[in-house]
C-alpha cells in the first residue's frame, strides 16, 4: 500500500492558524474525496474531527476545517488553543494512514 | 452513547495467538462495517482488517493476510480478530472502530494492548 505523507511537526501560538499537509503519492485522486482527520491526544484513543475533506463530525469545533487539491489534503486549526496540542493523522480511501503530525502550542 | 469496549490483549511469544474481542452497544450493530486498527508504541495509526455489516466482505492489510481473521457476531453485537503467527513488530495497542461510511472513523474503542515479546 502506498504512503500518505505528512509533516512530522508544526507549531504555533495561542491565537494563531496553523495547516497540516496531507500528501497521497499514488494514491488516487477519487480516494481523496474521502479523506478523514483524526487529533489523538496522549493516552487516548484516536477522535474523528473531518471527514469527507471538511465536514466535521456534531461537537468538534470549528476552528478545525479542512480543504483538498488534487492528491494533497490541508488540516487548518484556526484560534490555535492549547487543548489543541495533539497528534494528527489523515486517513484516505481506502484505509490508509499518515504517518501523524504532532502539533505543539509554544 | 456508542460504547466499543476490546478485551483479549495480553503477552505472547513470537509465534503465538490471540484473539481479540470487542463489544459493542449504543448502536446498531449490524448494519456498521467495523475494523480493527493498530497502534505500535510511539508510532502511527495503521489499519489492519475491516468486515462489512453481514461479513460477506473481509480485507487485511498485507502483512497480517493469511494470518490474521476478522469475524462478527451480529447477534451479540461482537467483533472480533485472530492474530496467528504473531510477530514482534506486531506489539501495539489494537483499536475496534466503527466506520460510518467511507473512512468516517466516528467511534474508536480505548483498546487493547498486545505485547509479542522475544
Known amino acids: 500500500q502506498s504512503a500518505l505523507t505528512q509533516p512530522r511537526s508544526v507549531s504555533g501560538s495561542p491565537g494563531q492558524s496553523v495547516t497540516i499537509s496531507c500528501t497521497g503519492g499514488n494514491i488516487e485522486v477519487d480516494g481523496f474525496k474521502y479523506v478523514s482527520w483524526y487529533q489523538q491526544h496522549p493516552g487516548r484513543a484516536p477522535k474523528l474531527i473531518l471527514y469527507?475533506?471538511?465536514n466535521r463530525p456534531s461537537g468538534v469545533s470549528i476552528r478545525f476545517s479542512g480543504s483538498k487539491s488534487g492528491n494533497t489534503a490541508s488540516l487548518t486549526i484556526s484560534g490555535l488553543q492549547t487543548e489543541d496540542e495533539a497528534d494528527y493523522y489523515c486517513c484516505s480511501h481506502p484505509s490508509l494512514f499518515g504517518g501523524g503530525t504532532k502539533v505543539t502550542v509554544l | 452513547e456508542v460504547q466499543l469496549v476490546e478485551s483479549g490483549g495480553g503477552s505472547v511469544p513470537p509465534g503465538g495467538s490471540l484473539r481479540l474481542s470487542c463489544a459493542a452497544s449504543g448502536f446498531n450493530f449490524k448494519t456498521f462495517w467495523m475494523n480493527w486498527v493498530r497502534q505500535a508504541p510511539g508510532k502511527g495509526l495503521e489499519w489492519v482488517a475491516s468486515?462489512?455489516?453481514?461479513?460477506?466482505?473481509?480485507d487485511y492489510v498485507d502483512s497480517v493476510k493469511g494470518r490474521f481473521t476478522i469475524s462478527r457476531d451480529n447477534d451479540n453485537n461482537f467483533l472480533f480478530l485472530q492474530m496467528n503467527s504473531l510477530r514482534v513488530e506486531e506489539t501495539a495497542i489494537y483499536y475496534c472502530v466503527r466506520d460510518s461510511g467511507w473512512n468516517r472513523f466516528d467511534s474508536w474503542g480505548p483498546g487493547t494492548l498486545v505485547t509479542v515479546f522475544s
Open positions: 468486515v462489512n455489516d453481514d461479513a460477506t466482505q473481509k
Open positions: 469527507e475533506v471538511s
